[in-house]
């Protein structure tokens, strides 16, 4: 896979262990160069470090909940590069209350803030991206199977994903003229901070390593490399997918 002269933004990054992380590496590795942002002056003691090894030229603050933050993020990439080749947006929130209770006990602002982070910013992102990508591009984001499927203490986030999963079909028709593509990578359950807020987190590990057709759960650097293919000029053709890097999880009943 060749980025060369391609230049992404990563929206998402936590540690070293998240999928974000693990896209970023791959797509650096690849040799595109990188805008990274970090959530808060709290996150960015973990985050910087890593931009850094990356050899990121921008590294900036974002939090899609503040106004004019997230326009912010674009406007510095529109100055400093003057174009986006592709972006991958891996955030996702819903308050502790409401994530860890039943879909039908969620309250309306918990319902609301959940899909306001982990969906709307996405579509946020592909509209700020559109004008920057007059040649062409790609936009990524990341879903998880519980989406389609009831998961065992996923709640809120399954409604939530199903609305990202749509969100990226239409975009992807909406787009296509304009030669930029998109997609949503859904990996299977993997140990991240994120994923870390959902409870039992450990016991749906150990259950979808036992449901594995070759017990044996991905990892970071699985996802990135479907990304790094995904951003590339090989993966043209392709768009609108729910792309599963999961190890077969979701195709065993």
């Not at 850094?52 to 974002?62: K, M």
């Not at 030669?179 to 299977?188: C, E, F």
């Not at 409870?199 to 990304?227: M, N, Y």
Request: charged share 20%; net charge negative.
């Amino acid at each position: 896979m060749n980025l060369q002269g391609k230049k992404g933004l990563v929206v998402g990054i936590a540690n070293d262990q998240s999928i974000a992380f693990g896209c970023a590496r791959a797509f650096r590795d690849a040799g595109a160069e990188l805008a990274v942002t970090y959530l808060n002056d709290k996150a960015a003691p973990h985050v910087v470090p890593l931009a850094e090894q990356l050899g990121c030229p921008i590294v900036v603050p974002c939090d899609v909940r503040e106004p004019g933050q997230l326009e912010a993020v674009f406007e510095r990439i529109s100055q400093q590069w003057g174009r986006l080749d592709f972006l991958l947006h891996s955030i996702a929130f819903a308050p502790k209350e409401d994530l860890h209770g039943r879909v039908v006990d969620c309250s309306q602002a918990g319902f609301a803030m959940a899909m306001d982070v982990s969906c709307h910013s996405f579509i946020r992102m592909a509209k700020l991206a559109e004008p920057l990508m007059p040649d062409g591009g790609c936009l990524l984001t990341v879903s998880f199977y519980g989406s389609e499927k009831v998961v065992e203490d996923y709640n809120l986030m399954g409604p939530v994903k199903a609305a990202l999963e749509s969100s990226v079909r239409y975009i992807a028709a909406e787009l296509a003229p304009k030669k930029i593509r998109v997609h949503a990578l859904s990996p299977g359950p993997l140990m991240t901070r994120a994923a870390s807020g959902i409870a039992r987190f450990d016991e749906l590990l150990e259950r979808t390593r036992a449901r594995l057709p070759a017990h044996q759960l991905v990892s970071i650097e699985d996802v990135g490399a479907v990304a790094a293919f995904l951003v590339g000029d090989s993966a043209r053709s392709l768009t609108g997918n729910i792309e599963y890097i999961d190890a077969g999880y979701h195709v065993i009943g």
